[in-house]
């Protein structure tokens, strides 16, 4: 009977310790296939981003992951796929495998699914400025910042076109006639010497600077490619930052810095003009120039004509030689027209000559006196150019960042994301790539199961910003 009871007593005891270490194997494995989800899971969002677009951060400094992955696919469906196949092959990789049996775990990540995104072009190109802004901001301290923009800040106060005209109206009613040359007339009418292709037009007024205009880039966009032009990808993380007054100088700065002009080309992009693009937004590089030199001229002759009739004693001056040619014409009624006249041509030929300095790389000051100007009355007319320019005052990039400052930020964005999404195009030989494609937050779902019959999610999120 002892032997009896010894048998019944081990027996339940083993079948208690049985089920304990059943109880242990299971607890493990369901610990086990927790960690090895949530460790897989951040591994993969982050190997996620680790296939960012390497050509927007060499170029630009902007961080974004392309969902195409050079195909044509739009949305994140292949970065789901990829998510996947992260997750299936950190499951796979070393399996945990009992006494050569079955894999201890058995994990098989079958779907993924996108919760949040956050695509570059969203709210006009908030990612895209903020990325810009924060560089900017650990590349310059906003106070040298400021400096930089203390001189064209001051400029643009000083010389808006309202008081342009306002000054250029007065200095008109000071010497008592109307010039026959209109800074009204010049601007309204700009338009009509825009060119309809991408070379230069016979009306254009770059021939006004350049007699050889051969070496004009022909380079364009095509407006079907444009980012404004077509559908967008749209995602659903919403940015409730205001872009402010050091974002708009940061951002601005940005553009110059990372985007070629006239003066100084960026090597292998899709236009050469990429600032004055920028600040024109026309799809050819001629007619973006074009714009430019009508900008400059509208400056230039402004400036010029201001300085000009504030000086009496110059204006004395063509008035005397004036009345001399009226009255060996032996009409002297003809006077003050003549002098109008050499005036008007005078302040014109010399705003050309600003505008070839500017276009040479060479300083020109926003307002000189005539005693200064390259130029003389006593041969107005005259084609040449100054070869020197002015050892002070604003160089054309100068002007290109007073001229960007007055874009809006929402355009100016736009503008310069087409510039990004053309130019890796042209760098990579990638012509399916697009901008509303890519994205640098990313919300997503993972959704495992195991052969032992466990289900599980894992849903992890990555966003640069935060």
């Known amino acids: ?65 392309d969902a195409g992955y050079g195909s044509k696919a739009s949305g994140p469906i292949l970065s789901e796929e990829h998510f996947k196949n992260f997750m299936n092959k950190n499951f796979y990789e070393n399996p945990m495998v009992v006494m050569g049996g079955k894999d201890f775990l058995s994990l098989t990540c079958n779907d993924v699914e996108t919760k949040e995104i956050r695509f570059a072009t969203d709210e006009n190109g908030k990612a895209v400025l903020n990325q810009a802004v924060k560089w900017m901001r650990y590349k310059y301290g906003i106070v040298d910042l400021l400096k930089l923009y203390e001189k064209s800040m001051d400029a643009l106060e000083e010389y808006s076109e309202d008081e342009y005209r306002e000054k250029i109206e007065k200095a008109k009613s000071d010497i008592g006639d109307n010039p026959p040359f209109q800074i009204e007339e010049w601007i309204s009418s700009s338009d009509e010497f825009l060119m309809d292709r991408s070379d230069v037009s016979l009306l254009s007024s770059i021939r006004l600077i350049y007699k050889d205009i051969s070496f004009i880039s022909e380079n364009a966009y095509r407006e079907e490619d444009l980012i404004e032009c077509r559908n967008l990808s749209k995602g659903n993380i919403k940015q409730d930052k205001e872009s402010d007054l050091a974002d708009k100088l940061f951002f601005t700065e940005y553009v110059l810095t990372y985007c070629g002009n006239f003066v100084s080309e960026m090597p292998n992009t899709a236009l050469k003009y990429e600032s004055e693009y920028l600040i024109t937004g026309m799809e050819a590089d001629a007619k973006n120039l074009e714009c430019m030199v009508n900008l400059l001229l509208v400056l230039r002759t402004a400036s010029n004509a201001t300085e000009l009739y504030k000086d009496k004693v110059t204006v004395k001056e063509i008035e005397s030689i004036s009345q001399a040619i009226a009255t060996l014409c032996l009409n002297p009624e003809l006077a003050k027209p003549i002098a109008v006249l050499i005036e008007t041509v005078w302040i014109f030929n010399e705003s050309k000559n600003d505008v070839w300095l500017l276009l040479s790389g060479e300083k020109v000051p926003l307002g000189k006196a005539p005693s200064e100007w390259k130029t003389t009355f006593l041969n107005p007319v005259s084609s040449n150019h100054s070869e020197e320019g002015y050892e002070e005052g604003f160089e054309y990039r100068d002007y290109l960042r007073m001229f960007l400052y007055t874009v809006d930020t929402k355009t100016l964005t736009n503008r310069f994301m087409n510039v990004c999404e053309q130019n890796v195009r042209k760098s990579t030989n990638n012509p399916n790539f697009r901008l509303d494609n890519c994205f640098d937050a990313w919300k997503a779902t993972s959704y495992v199961t195991s052969d032992f019959g466990y289900e599980y999610m894992a849903t992890r999120k990555y966003d640069i910003e935060e």
């Open 1 to 65: 009977m002892k032997r009896g009871y010894i048998t019944v007593f081990f027996a339940i005891a083993i079948s208690l310790c049985l089920s304990l270490i059943l109880a242990l194997v299971y607890g493990v494995r369901e610990s086990a296939i927790r960690l090895k989800v949530k460790e897989s899971a951040d591994v993969c969002i982050r190997s996620t981003f680790a296939q960012y677009q390497r050509e927007l951060w060499e170029n630009y400094n902007l961080f974004f992951v």
